[in-house]
């Protein structure tokens, strides 16, 4: 079988601001068409700067960038007009109704008033907001809001769809929603590139992923290959008296080579298999308040990766 096309390539590719920063410093990557690609990282690691050059709004400093098999910096709106666009922040227009905000949109790319209601009124049922076309905007809740918006996206049936933190700011039910909808899509054969900050919507999403950190990609793959390669298979999580983090049995721990990190409320130990491994610490006369055994996840990868220091815009 031949292999699937390539919609974004990417070698060396940087984006300056004021000749003293760099927002994204010569990264390689590329985007499979019919896959689900997302970049992962802290504030400030240059997801949306990356998002912004896929999507021809903001110029390369260095490197090059093929979108679509075309050219950003000479074809830009060609490329523009088969993306898909989710914001971080929703702009949708308030004051006008669920449905006209698709219709309108739908507009600028040159699609009849006829296709447009018809093709409204299929996305709307996608997102099931049907019953809410004639609403106005204003009044719907963040979900709704979001959901609203990734129909939008669609309106002119696009060949890549970018989400950029798709789903920042929505209680857990609408999360939910949002995904159900992003996975239907990507059963549908729609390629996506999303960037977010949440470890369990790229393990949900994403088929691969890059994670990075200050402008650079520090590693590539699916998110099984990535646990794989960084963590063990499972994590105990030790919630102990201040006085037992440097117990004896713990002290040996470290000592055979065993990974363990302090935490301000617990100590983590990565291990291959938990249960015994628990059960040698009580049996060597460690009391903990609570132990959890859970299995490794991309966020300990992400952790590994970038580090635990709060990153502020």
């Not at 075309?70 to 490329?79: E, K, L, N, V």
Request: glycine residues 8%; charged residues 25%.
């Amino acid at each position: 079988m031949a292999p699937a096309p390539l919609l974004v390539e990417a070698r060396s590719l940087a984006k300056r601001f004021d000749d003293d920063f760099v927002a994204v410093d010569g990264i390689d990557f590329h985007v499979k068409q019919g896959e689900v690609f997302g970049f992962l990282g802290p504030n400030g690691a240059g997801k949306s700067s990356t998002m912004r050059l896929i999507g021809c709004v903001s110029p390369l400093s260095g490197g090059t960038l093929q979108v679509l098999g075309m050219d950003p910096t000479s074809q830009g709106p060609a490329i523009r007009a088969r993306l898909g666009v989710v914001p971080q922040e929703d702009t949708l227009d308030t004051e006008l109704s669920v449905v006209d905000n698709l219709i309108i949109y739908g507009r600028y790319f040159g699609i009849s008033k006829a296709v447009l209601r018809d093709r409204a009124a299929q996305l709307l049922d996608f997102v099931q907001l049907t019953d809410r076309a004639t609403s106005k905007v204003d009044p719907l809740s963040g979900g709704m809001k979001r959901r609203l918006t990734i129909a939008r996206a669609l309106i002119n049936e696009p060949d890549l769809l970018l989400l950029d933190e798709p789903t920042t700011g929505l209680d857990p039910q609408a999360r939910h929603l949002v995904w159900e909808r992003l996975y239907q899509l990507k059963q549908e054969g729609v390629t996506q590139v999303l960037t977010t900050h949440y470890m369990d919507e790229a393990e949900r999403l994403c088929d691969r992923l890059v994670i990075m950190d200050a402008g650079r990609i520090v590693d590539e793959g699916s998110p099984a290959q990535l646990i794989a390669r960084h963590v063990t298979r499972e994590v105990v999580e030790l919630r102990l008296e201040h006085g037992d983090r440097d117990a004896p049995a713990l002290t040996a721990l470290r000592t055979s080579g065993t990974r363990t990190e302090n935490l301000a409320d617990r100590v983590l130990i990565y291990t291959e298999d938990g249960d015994p491994l628990v059960a040698g610490l009580l049996d060597d006369g460690l009391r903990p308040l609570s132990v959890l055994v859970r299995r490794s996840t991309l966020e300990d990868v992400f952790l590994m990766l970038t580090g635990r220091t709060l990153v502020e815009d």
